[in-house]
C-alpha cells in the first residue's frame, strides 16, 4: 500500500493599511522582513534563488516575483514530492493593499501550524508593523 499524504490549501485574503510598494518591501526585502518578524532574514527577487526566514525554519525557493504585484515562492517540507507553493497576490484598494495568500501542497500534519503562521506571524506582523496602534 502506498504512503500518501494528505495535502491542503490555505487560501486567505488580507486588507493591510499601507501603500502597496510598503507591503512588496516587507515580502521582499530583508531588512524589512528582519524589523517586522524580529529575525534574520535571506531574500532577493531572483527567480530560482533560495530564502531564510525565522533563522532557517522557514526555507524555500523564489519561482517569480512581479514588482507591487505578485510573488511566487516554493517552501520546503522535508522530503516531499509535490511542492509546496505559495502565490502571493497584491492589489491596490483605496489607500490600503489587499493581500491574498494561496498556500498549496501543505501536508496535513502541517496545515495548522502554517495556517496560524500565516495569520498571526507573517500577515498580522506585517498589519501590527504599518499600524502600531491598530
Not at 497576490?89 to 496560524?116: M, W
Amino acid at each position: 500500500m502506498l504512503n500518501h499524504y494528505k495535502m491542503k490549501t490555505f487560501k486567505k485574503t488580507f486588507i493591510i493599511n499601507a501603500d502597496i510598494t510598503d507591503i512588496y518591501s516587507a515580502l521582499t526585502n530583508p531588512v524589512t522582513i528582519e524589523l517586522w518578524s524580529g529575525s534574520p532574514a535571506v531574500m532577493t527577487t531572483d527567480a530560482g534563488s533560495e530564502f531564510s526566514m525565522w533563522d532557517g525554519d522557514i526555507t524555500g525557493n523564489i519561482i517569480e516575483a512581479v514588482e507591487n504585484k505578485k510573488l511566487v515562492q516554493e517552501w520546503y517540507f522535508g522530503e516531499q514530492e509535490e511542492k509546496s507553493v505559495v502565490t502571493i497576490y497584491l492589489l491596490r484598494d483605496f489607500g490600503s493593499t489587499q493581500v491574498t495568500v494561496e498556500h498549496s501542497n501543505i501536508p496535513d500534519k502541517d496545515f495548522a501550524n502554517i495556517s496560524e503562521g500565516w495569520r498571526e506571524y507573517i500577515m498580522g506582523a506585517i498589519q501590527r508593523f504599518f499600524n502600531p496602534n491598530f
